[in-house]
């Protein structure tokens, strides 16, 4: 498939998988507040904010809110976060506002994008759904009712993400496409739950059933690691579930073994480098003495971190930029006039950093 | 005077449009806002926009389909496919004769060579670029009319990239499920087989040399064009890659494309690029749309390029008007299809009539198309006239002028009636191995009252276009229970019910089965 096809497959993935991350996160982090401090409501918004890694921006502050703030910041939170935060108004900004790279909003409208020059290549009701879900969030009236009706405009949009999944593994062909648009979503799903791990962990040690719930609900992981875990719940355990778990779907190691399966499938030559070091890091996840991995857990977070960001930078040199600018002087333009024909295979010099996808992918 | 497409002289509708009209009949008012909300809905799901330039607001805009479609019945169906067969066949021979053969038509005196050559459409890059089958023009699509006196006439050729084919697909498809009673019994032709027809007129014109399973793509200027909507649709359709410039390269004059797994070689591109944003070694050199070397590739014959490049002299509204001569002198035969009668401006007698006679006329740009820059003598203020004079006494070759057609009329819905608008007929003729014209075309409509401008760029709208089959039963279904004699009278009235009565499933059966 064309080069800028697999890379718009690619980043309509892993944008698919922010919206519907993001709304989920969203979703438990509210949930969370209704029955809290409003100290805790607005530091639990902070580790969302976190999370997801995003600056907020001062604007938040002027989104209207309905329900007036549940929670006033106080000073100390104020200089650290540069946020006058209102709970509601952060999380109606995270999910509604079409300006912060990151909302719900933002992602589905870049996947819409993505998926609109992929027209040719995915199934019409996969474009029929995005491109419903797309107008339905620029509707003038989104924000009022994210503001009044938060859960259930969150459980839309879950719900709406999960039906294009729906149509994606239902009704598009397996092939190439297919697996670069699984490769997005699966990176992207081990990345959220990754930094979740990370900024949640610290929060576990007090062991309160609420921040465990919190936690696992991000990545709603709740039931699947209640009934995983008869024993009553240690910050530990919780970490050892999100990374390590090998059936619930949404676990680090399920994730990269995920993506690997789909990469060797993209590499037949074997040993291409984005598989290598996936290969690796996998590896060092799965086959780690477990003491070992938890006793160095940020440590370990920040190094998978940084390496799944290296295995998309190791697609995008491999797959998507394999193929330089021919130097026009180089090229002979007159039949019968011949010229060298082999392309050159210089390393690119666009070098994309893919932190994070609400900054990276260059608008169209 | 208009001829009416539905109505004859006597006030009667025309048989063809009885069963349709009597379904319309029955529906109210409010059916009718249903359907039309359904209809506005659907298009906005699925994106079927079109993207009008230079309007502030909202620049994409639902394509406006509205919902009483134009019928043509099998006989004058036949004779239409017969006239643009012959047309466009003349117009490939012609193209081919300008481009790679020896000019014949300039020097047996059918055509001054001052108007090929004073073309804006006349490409010299492309002299000498063959073309397998001669197959210049491999999607065509021709303008018609029909006059005060009901007879078809051609109004315009376009020969370059003619769009407008996804609207009629879709908009088929949109028909077939806002009303499919409506097409009960009339054997409406289908419309959908274009992406394989085309496919295979692709085939046929690859470079023979590179074998009998050809690489075709679809060559887009990208998300933003207005009609990007229509290519994705065609490479889909096609099951082809749909390429943006910066997707191919040209290597030695093999055009190749960047795939996750280096270059693939193409053979067919079907561009939907101009000509001149197709090559910036040859053409506009600023264009980033195009590819480098892509005409040298072409000149080399390692690639074709359909349509291919220079066509515009062959839709030159100037050129134009020998069209008739030209199917006279390649084909000796007499036009099927007339052309609308046409001044050419540079002829000294002409003009002068043409400038006496300026608010009878409509006066037309030769190169332009989209509508614009056109001039409508009896509906112009004192002041366009003025300019029109002075435009065409300073370039005589760049205008023609048209006596005035009045449109035939068909009922649109307004919002509140039908009431009859003026419209016109786009067929759409691929030519490959064998020339097909597609059955229908995109008809387009004149939502204001009384107004001849049918582009969507300029507030038209657009008409599902049926043609009906030949096995036609051309009566109007009256009893549509016309086989066994045995039906119980109790029975319904309404059309018959496909699905029998079945009971539930029984709760007494196992759970979990599928038969």
Not at chain 2, 301 to 309: E, F, H, M, P, Q
Request: proline share 6%; charged share 20%; net charge negative.
């Amino acid at each position: 498939m064309l080069a800028r096809h697999a890379e718009d497959m690619f980043w309509a993935g892993r944008y698919l998988e922010r919206a519907e991350d993001t709304a989920r996160m969203v979703r438990a982090t509210l949930l969370s507040t209704v029955a809290n401090t409003p100290t805790h409501a607005v530091e639990r918004m902070e580790h969302l904010i976190g999370t997801l890694r995003l600056e907020m921006p001062t604007s938040v502050s002027t989104v209207q809110s309905m329900a007036q703030s549940i929670a006033q910041a106080p000073p100390t939170l104020h200089s650290q976060a540069g946020l006058g935060i209102d709970v509601q108004a952060a999380a109606t900004a995270l999910v509604a506002s079409p300006t912060l790279a990151g909302s719900v909003v933002f992602c589905i409208d870049r996947a819409r994008e993505n998926f609109r020059s992929l027209r040719d290549q995915v199934p019409s009701e996969l474009w029929e759904q995005i491109n419903q879900l797309h107008l339905r969030l620029r509707q003038s009236d989104f924000t009022a009712t994210m503001e009044q009706d938060p859960f259930q405009t969150l459980d839309f949009i879950r719900v709406s993400c999960q039906s294009l999944t729906g149509v994606i593994s239902t009704s598009m062909a397996q092939g190439e496409g297919y697996r670069f648009l699984v490769l997005g979503t699966t990176l992207e799903r081990a990345l959220m739950t990754c930094r979740l791990i990370s900024v949640r962990y610290p929060e576990l040690d007090g062991s309160s059933y609420d921040e465990m719930a919190l936690t696992l609900r991000s990545v709603s992981a709740l039931e699947a690691y209640q009934k995983a875990s008869r024993s009553s719940p240690l910050a530990a355990d919780v970490a050892r579930f999100l990374l390590l778990n090998d059936s619930f779907p949404r676990s680090v190691l399920y994730c990269l073994r995920d993506c690997e399966q789909h990469l060797s499938a993209l590499a037949p030559e074997g040993k291409a480098p984005p598989l290598r070091h996936l290969g690796q890091l996998r590896s060092e996840l799965e086959y780690g003495d477990l003491h070992t991995l938890l006793a160095g857990l940020p440590a370990l977070l920040t190094k998978i971190e940084a390496g799944v960001r290296g295995v998309a930078d190791d697609l995008s040199h491999y797959f998507f930029r394999n193929a330089e600018t021919l130097d026009l002087h180089s090229q002979a333009i007159c039949p019968g006039v011949s010229a060298e024909t082999n392309i050159p295979a210089a390393p690119s010099k666009k070098t994309k950093n893919t932190d994070n996808p609400t900054t990276q992918h260059p608008q169209p | 005077m208009f001829y009416d497409e539905h109505i004859d002289a006597q006030g009667c509708i025309r048989s063809h449009y009885q069963p349709v009209q009597e379904w319309f009949d029955r529906l109210t008012p409010a059916h009718l806002s249903a359907l039309e909300q359904q209809r506005n809905e659907s298009f906005r799901r699925q994106g079927i926009t079109f993207t009008v330039y230079g309007n502030s607001e909202g620049t994409e805009r639902t394509w406006p389909m509205d919902l009483y479609p134009q019928i043509i019945d099998a006989t004058e169906w036949a004779t239409i496919e017969r006239g643009l067969c012959q047309r466009v066949t003349a117009l490939n021979h012609f193209l081919d004769d300008i481009y790679s053969g020896t000019q014949a038509i300039i020097a047996d005196g059918i055509i001054p060579q001052r108007l090929i050559t004073s073309c804006t459409g006349f490409e010299r890059e492309a002299m000498n670029v063959s073309v397998p089958l001669g197959a210049r023009c491999v999607v065509a699509g021709i303008d018609l009319v029909r006059g005060a006196d009901g007879g078809y006439q051609v109004l315009e050729d376009n020969l370059r990239n003619p769009s407008g084919i996804s609207y009629v697909i879709e908009n088929r498809a949109a028909m077939t499920k806002l009303m499919p009673a409506a097409f009960a019994n009339l054997a409406v032709r289908s419309v959908n087989h274009y992406g394989r027809s085309l496919l295979r007129a692709l085939r046929s014109i690859a470079p023979p040399a590179c074998g009998d399973d050809p690489t075709i793509v679809v060559l887009t200027p990208g998300v933003f064009n207005s009609a990007y909507f229509e290519h994705a649709f065609l490479a889909r359709s096609m099951g082809v890659e749909l390429v943006e410039g910066r997707d191919l390269v040209v290597d030695n004059h093999v055009v190749a494309m960047r795939t996750t797994r280096g270059l693939e070689r193409v053979d067919v591109i079907y561009r939907r690029i101009d000509d001149a944003f197709l090559d910036p070694v040859v053409f506009n050199p600023h264009s980033t749309l195009g590819v480098p070397g892509l005409m040298a590739a072409a000149r080399a014959g390692t690639v074709t390029l359909a349509n291919s490049v220079g066509n515009g002299v062959g839709d030159d509204k100037a050129v134009y008007a020998y069209v008739p001569n030209m199917i006279r002198y390649y084909l000796n035969e007499q036009p099927i299809i007339p052309n609308a009668t046409t001044y050419l401006l540079w002829e000294h007698d002409q003009r002068t009539e043409v400038l006496n006679r300026l608010d009878e006329l409509v006066i037309k740009p030769v190169a332009e198309s989209g509508g614009y820059g056109i001039v409508i003598g009896p509906k112009a203020s004192d002041a366009e006239l003025h300019t029109a004079r002075q435009n065409i006494l300073k370039d005589p070759r760049n205008w023609i002028a048209q006596e005035v057609v009045n449109l035939s009329r068909l009922p649109a819905w307004d919002g509140d009636e039908f009431a009859p608008r003026h419209i016109d007929l786009r067929p759409f003729v691929l030519c490959g191995e064998q020339t097909e014209v597609i059955p229908g075309g995109l008809t387009r409509v004149a939502m204001r009252p009384g107004s001849l401008i049918v582009n969507s760029s300029q507030g038209g709208g657009s008409k599902d276009t049926w043609v009906l089959g030949t096995n036609q039963p051309n009566q109007p279904a009256t009893a549509p229970e016309a086989s066994p004699a045995t039906t119980p009278a109790a029975s319904p009235a309404t059309a018959p019910e496909a699905s029998p009565a079945t009971p539930a499933n029984s709760p007494s059966g196992p759970a979990n089965r599928l038969s």
